[in-house]
């Protein structure tokens, strides 16, 4: 059964930072793409950052230059680093896997972080 569980949420100021882990279980990360996604409540689901099996990453326009997605293969754990955090980052951020070109289809429960001004 596969299952993604994050990890590393929580509160923060503003200017801070804080890496989320998305540990993965019932499969190789490494086969599949991978990302991160936030959403808060009335809001759209908004897509953060992209990894595929080869490394290559796609970020929003939002996630660049402060947020950095990577894995290690060897922990079956995907990251996103996000430094420089405003209020308006704050959301429940989930990750996300599949089979590359194919969507995502698992989804982990999510972890919250809340950034405070």
């Known amino acids: 059964q596969v299952q993604l569980v994050e990890s590393g949420g929580g509160s923060v100021q503003a200017g801070g930072s804080l890496r989320l882990s998305c540990k993965a279980s019932?499969?190789?990360?490494?086969?599949?793409?991978m990302a991160w996604f936030r959403q808060s409540p009335g809001k759209e689901r908004e897509a953060l950052a992209t990894?595929?099996?080869?490394?290559?990453?796609w970020y929003a326009d939002s996630a660049k230059g402060r947020f950095a997605i990577s894995k290690d293969n060897a922990k079956n754990t995907l990251y996103l680093q996000m430094n420089s955090l405003t209020p308006e980052d704050t959301s429940m951020y989930h990750c996300?896997?599949?089979?590359?070109?194919?969507?995502?289809?698992?989804w982990g429960q999510g972890t919250q972080v809340t950034v405070s001004s």
């Open positions: 996300a896997g599949g089979r590359c070109g194919a969507g995502y289809n698992s």
């Open positions: 019932g499969y190789t990360a490494s086969y599949y793409c």
């Open positions: 990894i595929d099996t080869a490394g290559t990453t």
